[in-house]
């Protein structure tokens, strides 16, 4: 199964969220285009164990922007076709960058590769002031291309009332919630995996 990560923001936690995924689902890890360093596929590299095979991006990019924008400086221009899946026997982790209307191109957005590469879709919700308006939104985007959302991973200082008005018009499952944490190490990315892997068939 091809699991697309996306998020309702940049810095969402996207990645950490990745890293759970490989580890809890012993899956491989695809970020298919990266703007800007440090490299995400580095840092899930670090955060994993060695079960993971961290496939190269399709597009590495130099600045960090909005791949549209970054993709321009670089003189690319960035298509669909150019992203093709990576083998695996395993389960594929993919990492979108930014947001679901981040825009690859002046034609396509994040989603529309998620769309393509993607059997399914687990959302990063980052509780800040904002976050129910930006989920409830993306999740609107998500609907209106059909694509599968397995459910939501709740980031960073509690919100209950956010959470709950934010599930309760989704109709979404809330997978995992993830307290902000002073290291982000195997441990920490283990301990979450470990109570990711409770609640995934439910
Ligand atoms: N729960 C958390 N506790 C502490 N720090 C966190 C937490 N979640 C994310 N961070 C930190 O916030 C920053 C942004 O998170 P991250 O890089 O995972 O975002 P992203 O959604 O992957 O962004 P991008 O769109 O660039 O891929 C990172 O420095 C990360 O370590
Ligand atoms: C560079 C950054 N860390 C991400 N990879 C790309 C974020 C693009 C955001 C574009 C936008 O929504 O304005
Ligand atoms: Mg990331």
Redesign the pocket.
Known sequence: MNYF?T?I??????????AILCEALQADYW?PVQ??LPR?AD?VQKLVGNNTIIFPEAYVLKT?ASPHAAAALDGITMKLSGFIVPPTKNDLVI?????CL?PLNDTDFVIDLAAKVADVVIL?A?LYLGSINHTLLTVEALRKRNLRVKGIIF??QPNRESERIILHHSGLRCLLR?????T?DQNTVKRYADLLKENWNE
């Open positions: 990560v998020a923001d940049t810095d969402s936690g996207k990645t950490m969220v990745s970020k703007a800007g995400d840092t960090p990492e979108g960058a930014g947001g981040v990063v980052d980031n960073g993830i307290a902000r944490e002073e982000i």
